[in-house]
């Protein structure tokens, strides 16, 4: 006889609901502040905190703007995760960070409620992206050729814009 097994059941199931239950209670916590920009600061505080404690420490998660090495400056993010090994300490502010766009995997905007002029928002910061150029990928030079080259810099290029 086949045993079905409950995958909600299982050991990585009921840690992941564990440690989702653990967030939202810091959330909870967050929400008793009652001070509108200080729910607001913790609640980011909060979110990349629990992000910071599952992901592999290879990554961090950081609140900031992206650059590129053509001096282009995005609008900032509420988090940014990142290839730690590739920030640089020398481009960091009191709470916040100036990311490489090289070493960026992903960026969040954290909101207790989202109306549609704030997803509008996070949608033209997020578009900015597209203008930054990468030319290199973390550790991976010495395994690809470059898919051109900058010829007014004379810089290889590696990728055309962010996520290609």
Known sequence: MDTVVNRSDTFLARWAEGAGAEFLTRLERVRQYAQPSGIGDAVEAATTAFLSSVIPTKYASLRGKVFDSMGILSPEFDLILA????????????????????SVYGVVEVKSHLDKAGFDQFATN?????????????????????LATDVANGVPVYHEKLGS
Do not use: A, C
């Not at 709470?95 to 490489?100: D, F, I, K, N, Y």
């Not at 997020?126 to 470059?146: I, Q, T």
């Open 83 to 102: 290839e730690r090994d590739e920030i640089t300490p020398m481009l960091t502010l009191p709470g916040r960070q100036l990311v490489p766009v090289e």
């Open 126 to 146: 997020f578009k900015s992206l597209e203008r930054m150029r990468r030319y290199y990928e973390p550790r991976l030079l010495e395994l690809r050729e470059p």
